[in-house]
């Protein structure tokens, strides 16, 4: 079965930082690009950033460019969002997802991990 | 405000035909194909549409994209109180080199 599973959603504190892991499973995580989507509570979808399939070239939403890493080890089938600096606004849940092929669209999705930021 | 523009809501009843817009600009949807997500209640979304009308296999053909320019509109039809859901569009962007969503559209089947 292909499946995604986040973890290390918390609470942190304005200015702290988290890192976010996503496990695949059930198919060749190494072939595909991956990417970070995010859901503010109450609100709609707002995509963070995306990996391409050999890790060469990564790309971010504007409200995080410069403080949000994404990275992979295709040797742990794992995606990781390192996620710094941290404003009250990007409270949400954060969903990592796996791309069809080509930009084709996100095929699979895990079911979210939780990252509060409040004081 | 988001990139691409949906309307916030629409209904229909069991049986109906509801349509949902998305209107972008030549820089997504007038350049990437458009993919469509449903959101069911507490749940992750899940890919309805791809390469603007293509279905993933699982995906009812009921559902049904279609796109002309920089706007796009997914179509349901036969509607089942189960299509109750948030329906997101989404498109790459070349200008902002990134993915983009539309705001979302409630959809309430009375």
Redesign the interface.
Known sequence: EVQLVESGGVVVQPGGSVRLSCAASGFTFGEYTMHWVRQAPGKGLEWVSLITWDGSNTYYADSVKGRFTISRDDSKNSLYLQMSSLRTEDTALYYCAKDMSAGLGMDVWGQGTPVTVSS | Q?VLTQPPSASGTPGQRVAISCSGSSSNIGT??V?W?Q?LPGT????LI??DNQR?SGVPDRFSGSKSGTSASLAISGLHSEDEA?Y?C?A?DDN?????????TKLTVL
């Open positions: 988001s990437d194909a993919k997500y959101q992750a979304p899940k890919l791809y390469g993933p948030d997101y989404a790459w902002l080199k990134g993915w983009v969503f539309g705001g979302g």
